[in-house]
């Protein structure tokens, strides 16, 4: 398909989204061979190529051969918005991964605190967040416990956190979905509470559901602890989720420190089959640069 076709059936798929005709027109064969991991893409990575239009977006990811995607600010757009993404995902293949289910407290405690109007707060924005699953066909949602409350003890803002979990996994396990808990570094994000995959693994054990794993993000624990594929392997049993981001930089894969071939190797032959997001910038601007984390991603996928 050239250029002018892909432009074109791209704004028709965004004005007329919502009739089975124009979504059944949308589906056509990919351009590329489909990877073998489910790299998911998220918006702005190909502005260059489709403006940062959503459902332009999709259609070339899938003329690429990625069949996944993640929205961290899904839960924020429009719900029509959602509703036509969650429709041309569907018809093209493409696995929804994790959104971000409620708003993340970077600079001070919530659920560590153990404060009830702060966890309800939380518990009513898991709820909504349940919504915006459906509309979209996601199964995983992102969950930062938020900041340390430096005036607790660490255990007894464990059992906080964990309560919260609790609380908000039984909301979830009645319709098959699950928040990822995701690690994050020290250095981009000073003072948060959770910072380690043991401590992840830790939680997920206590909170005891289907509904609580962990997101492994390879670019964050790389910084906080390495050691990656042996933390992978012992947090297995509560993994799943990865996102993706080479160190330093946070840039696409080969461009960093990181041997992502080994891991997704390592992954792979373990049997996982979910998604792996794009969490990660490019390391060049423009058309070229927006190819090359494409060619960086064919290099390290499983062969």
């Given at each position: 398909?050239?250029?002018?076709?892909?432009?074109k059936?791209?704004?028709?798929?965004?004005?007329?989204?919502?009739?089975?005709?124009?979504?059944?027109?949308?589906?056509?064969p990919?351009?590329?061979?489909?990877?073998?991991?489910?790299?998911?893409?998220?918006?702005?990575?190909?502005?260059?190529?489709?403006?940062?239009?959503?459902i332009?977006?999709?259609?070339f990811?899938?003329?690429?051969?990625?069949?996944?995607?993640?929205?961290?600010?899904?839960?924020?757009?429009?719900?029509?918005?959602?509703?036509?993404?969650?429709?041309?995902?569907?018809?093209?293949?493409?696995?929804?991964?994790?959104?971000?289910?409620?708003k993340?407290?970077?600079?001070?405690?919530?659920?560590?605190?153990?404060?009830?109007?702060?966890?309800?707060?939380?518990?009513?924005?898991?709820?909504?967040?349940?919504?915006?699953?459906?509309?979209?066909?996601?199964?995983?949602?992102?969950?930062?416990?938020?900041?340390?409350?430096?005036?607790?003890?660490?255990?007894?803002?464990?059992?906080?956190v964990?309560?919260?979990?609790?609380?908000?996994?039984?909301?979830?396990?009645?319709?098959?979905?699950?928040?990822?808990?995701?690690?994050?570094?020290?250095?981009?994000?000073?003072?948060?509470?959770?910072?380690?995959?043991?401590?992840?693994?830790?939680?997920?054990?206590?909170?005891?559901?289907?509904?609580?794993?962990?997101?492994?993000?390879?670019?964050?624990?790389?910084?906080?602890?390495?050691?990656?594929?042996?933390?992978?392997?012992?947090?297995?049993?509560?993994?799943?989720?990865?996102?993706?981001?080479?160190n330093?930089?946070?840039?696409?894969?080969?461009?960093?420190?990181?041997?992502?071939?080994?891991?997704?190797?390592?992954?792979?032959?373990?049997?996982?089959?979910?998604?792996?997001?794009?969490?990660h910038?490019?390391?060049?601007?423009?058309?070229?640069?927006?190819?090359?984390?494409?060619?960086?991603?064919?290099?390290?996928?499983?062969?």
């Open positions: 398909m050239n250029r002018r076709s892909f432009v059936s791209g704004l028709a798929a965004s004005a007329a989204l919502a009739t089975p005709a124009a979504l059944s027109a949308s589906v056509r990919s351009g590329e061979v489909p990877f073998k991991l489910k790299f998911a893409t998220h918006l702005g990575m190909f502005k260059e190529h489709t403006g940062g239009d959503p332009l977006h999709l259609e990811i899938h003329d690429q051969g990625f069949r996944a995607f993640e929205d961290n600010d899904m839960k924020k757009r429009e719900e029509g918005v959602q509703r036509k993404m969650g429709k041309i995902m569907e018809q093209l293949g493409i696995e929804m991964g994790v959104f971000v289910a409620h993340i407290y970077w600079k001070e405690p919530n659920l560590a605190s153990g404060d009830e109007a702060l966890r309800e707060e939380f518990l009513q924005q898991i709820r909504e967040s349940v919504e915006v699953a459906r509309r979209v066909n996601a199964r995983w949602m992102t969950v930062v416990p938020g900041h340390l409350d430096l005036r607790q003890d660490m255990g007894y803002q464990t059992a906080n964990v309560e919260a979990l609790k609380q908000a996994s039984a909301i979830l396990e009645p319709h098959g979905l699950a928040m990822v808990l995701e690690p994050l570094n020290f250095r981009d994000h000073p003072g948060l509470f959770l910072t380690r995959a043991a401590q992840a693994y830790q939680i997920c054990r206590a909170v005891g559901s289907p509904a609580c794993k962990i997101l492994f993000d390879i670019y964050h624990q790389q910084i906080t602890e390495g050691n990656l594929i042996p933390n992978i392997e012992r947090a297995w049993a509560e993994i799943a989720y990865f996102q993706i981001g080479d330093p930089g946070r840039k696409e894969p080969t461009t960093g420190e990181i041997n992502y071939a080994n891991v997704f190797r390592f992954i792979h032959e373990k049997g996982y089959d979910g998604i792996l997001g794009m969490e910038g490019n390391s060049k601007p423009g058309k070229e640069g927006e190819m090359a984390v494409i060619e960086a991603y064919r290099r390290v996928d499983v062969r």
